[in-house]
């Protein structure tokens, strides 16, 4: 399956995107004017279980449009008859070179994992847009990444007016609820490893040329809701795809919808390999960490490895300030205007999967 990255340069004036020479993923590099680069394709030999050159490279904004199934509002199991079983192909790249010097360090991060869709087609609408530009985060890890119908100005419109027209974002292609990542900065590349226990997404990782002389990588998953058993292979994959592709000179989170019944599942601790998994945690402003649709259970996590952990700092909303990070529920935050343009009742909307989770990370060297 073919995997998309759509990135739109900084315009002069915005500097939150600047300086980065990118990886072709076959050896070169490409060095392009900003002012020009739009989205420059390259295969990434990172994706462990497909061939190097089954995909054909797309133009951006050439996106495959997911198919869309109303009938799994929770990502289901889907193990026995998924929607599209074919073997996956090779990934493409593309990504923005940017000529421009590199930001100075302190930077804060704040990263969100994001299943926000609703409505009856799992995917972004109104709700889930409003409740991520309340956040305002400089990374996103999305699941259920869907659009309308996914065509390049419909998902191009999304990022513009959720995040901003300077983010960089990456895609499952071709599947039916995809995963991805939003950034501030540069994704210099991207790409996904197998999920062994589903075929209608997979684990998408995007690697970031944020400021400093370390890159970070992001993970997106959306594990399985069929068993605890199930998480738990899932998460061993992915605990080995992260020890044989992630340098240990880079930060590292991985973060979204994992479906987990309880903080001390097992998948939880096959994470701790890789990523920290201990307390505090999240939660809103009443203390609860739960961030189901209903409150019952602690589905959504941002999980930085040991380094990055050691620059987590408090999430600043407003007046106020969340030393643990924040879950947004928005009929209990007050208040609501630190959030806007996010309304009272988008939380609680029809078909809204879960809750946003947001950290903060304040890099200083």
């Known amino acids: 399956m073919p995997w998309i990255a759509v990135a739109l340069a900084v315009a002069a004036g915005c500097g939150d995107n600047r300086g980065a020479t990118i990886d072709a ?54 193990d ?5 079983a074919s073997p996956p192909d090779a990934p493409d790249i593309d990504a923005v070179p940017i000529d421009a010097p590199e930001l100075p360090l302190p930077v804060t991060l704040r990263v969100m994992a994001s299943n926000l869709t609703s409505g009856n087609f ?22 259920e990444f869907n659009v309308g119908g996914n065509t390049p100005a419909e998902l191009r419109a999304f990022v513009d007016q959720a995040f901003g027209p300077q983010f960089f974002f990456s895609r499952e292609a071709g599947v039916q609820i995809p995963n991805g990542v939003v950034s501030r900065y540069p994704i210099v590349a991207d790409g996904r490893w197998d999920d062994p226990q589903v075929s209608n997404r997979e684990f998408a990782y995007a690697r970031i040329d944020i400021p400093g002389p370390r890159d970070l990588w992001a993970v997106s998953v959306h594990l399985l809701t069929a068993s605890a058993s199930a998480r738990n292979s899932e998460a061993t994959a992915l605990a080995q795809y992260v020890a044989a592709n ?120």
């Open 25 to 78: 993923g076959d050896g070169g590099t490409l060095d392009a004017p900003a002012a020009d680069a739009r989205d420059l394709d390259a295969a990434d030999a990172a994706d462990l279980d497909a061939p190097d050159l089954d995909a054909p490279d797309l133009d951006a904004p050439d996106l495959d449009a997911a198919d869309l199934d109303a009938a799994d509002l929770d990502a289901s199991d889907l």
């Open 80 to 84: 026995a008859s998924d929607l599209d």
């Open 122 to 143: 799992q995917a972004y609408e109104a709700p889930g847009l409003r409740l991520i530009d309340g956040l305002d985060p400089d990374i996103a890890l999305m699941q």
């Open 246 to 365: 992630v340098p240990p000179t880079d930060f590292l989170v991985v973060g979204g919808d994992f479906n987990t019944d309880t903080r001390s599942e097992a998948c939880i601790g096959t994470l701790d390999a890789v990523v920290t998994t201990a307390a505090p945690h999240p939660a809103d402003q009443a203390g609860d960490g739960d961030t189901n649709a209903g409150r019952t259970k602690p589905y959504d996590w941002v999980l930085p490895d040991a380094d990055l952990r050691a620059y987590q700092s408090a999430l600043v909303v407003g007046t106020a300030s969340f030393p643990d990070g924040l879950v947004l529920d928005t009929r209990v935050y007050a208040p609501l205007a630190d959030v806007a343009p996010a309304m009272l009742t988008d939380s609680g909307a029809s078909n809204m999967q879960h809750m946003g989770v947001i950290k903060a990370f304040t890099i200083t060297e």
